[in-house]
């Protein structure tokens, strides 16, 4: 029995669905899903093998040696499992404020007036805003939309990390003024009225990598048959979700109480692509805010340039080890490629 971990977010999908449709079980395997709340408690529990394999923040197999130093275990990954899917979203009482300093609503003018307002308000409470894990495509993406508008984010306001899921209640309660977070919780802030979507991420940073199907080496090392078949299921659980017409069932099955325990119809229009901004106003297609693996193209392969890049933007607010590159393992990528060829 293969334990898998994932946290409550849209783009666990290819997990979920691997389960319920019998990818797993094609492959030999038997997988029990386990969900968690936090990312740091996901990859505490991969490390001290408490379970065997995670769908993990594409930055965190790059940076394990930043984050704990003293750990001596490895994170590899051998399939990205998703590209982009997350926004950034401001309390609906920072929106209003903002709107004193911009008549436009395009994610340039809002972190524009972002910059303005913290000029003109040096004075009043700190703007606090969240991502969730210090080393993570929030956090990187987050950072980017603020220094685009010439906002310092070490100096200028205040970056903390939050689980996903307690997001929208910390937004609700008045704890944080905004987020940068993975799907549903951006759309939910905007259906119940408590945020603003200001900008969906793949506006910023197009085919950014997500999510990686990610192992020790240690247990690689140990279950390299179980690691491939794994790769194998969920590359094709990907690629089912690939197709747009499969994404409706897709919304039913997260949304069931034991996975997601959200409503459908907020799942089907975040992974079919479509974003409501604000409440009360029109519903818009932002094609490729989630993107899947596919066998047919390059989403899924986790190569040394992919890692560099997501590496190379870790190091504008930390010390990186550049050779972690090499836990990205194309090699493992096409292996499950020639794999799945033998099996059609």
């Known amino acids: 029995m293969i334990k898998l971990l994932y946290l409550r977010l849209t783009d666990s999908a290819p997990l979920i669905v691997a389960q319920e449709k019998g990818y797993f079980h094609r492959f030999g395997l038997e997988v029990q899903l386990q969900r968690e709340t936090s990312w740091a408690t996901l990859r505490d529990k991969l490390i001290a093998r408490k379970a065997d394999a995670a769908a993990m ?17 490895r994170f590899i990954s051998g399939l990205i499992l ?8 401001l309390s609906e009482d920072l929106y209003q404020r903002l709107h004193h300093y911009t008549s436009q609503a395009t994610q340039l003018d809002i972190a524009s007036a972002l910059k303005t307002y913290l000029q003109k308000n040096t004075g009043a409470a700190p703007i606090r805003l ?31 990390v939050l689980p996903p899921e307690q997001m929208l209640e910390n937004l609700h309660r008045g704890v944080i003024d905004g987020y940068c977070v993975g799907e549903p919780w951006n759309s939910l802030a905007a259906y119940k009225g408590t945020g603003v979507i200001a900008t969906a991420c793949n506006a910023l940073l197009p085919a950014m990598p997500e999510k990686v199907l990610a192992v020790t080496q240690s247990w690689h090392e140990a279950n390299p048959a179980s690691h491939l078949a794994l790769r194998a299921a969920l590359l094709q659980a990907c690629s089912w979700l690939s197709a747009r017409e499969n994404r409706h069932e897709a919304a039913g099955i997260l949304s069931q109480r034991h996975y997601m325990d959200l409503p459908k119809s907020v799942l089907q229009g975040s992974l079919n692509d479509q974003i409501l901004y604000r409440r009360n106003t029109d519903i818009i297609a932002n094609p490729g805010w989630h993107l899947f693996a596919h066998t047919d193209n390059d989403n899924g392969h986790p190569n040394e340039a992919k890692a560099q890049q997501l590496i190379k933007m870790c190091s504008d607010f930390s010390e990186t080890d550049s050779a972690n590159n090499q836990n990205f393992r194309s090699d493992l990528y096409h292996q499950t490629l020639d794999y799945l060829c033998t099996k059609k």
């Open 57 to 73: 923040l594409a930055p965190m197999p790059l940076t394990l040696s930043q984050a704990l130093p003293g750990c001596k275990e």
């Open 130 to 160: 969240a991502t969730v894990y210090p080393f993570s495509s929030h956090t990187l993406q987050l950072r980017h939309w603020l220094q685009a508008a010439g906002i310092n984010p070490d100096q200028d306001l205040q970056l903390i």
């Open 82 to 89: 998703s590209c982009n899917g997350n926004a950034i979203t």
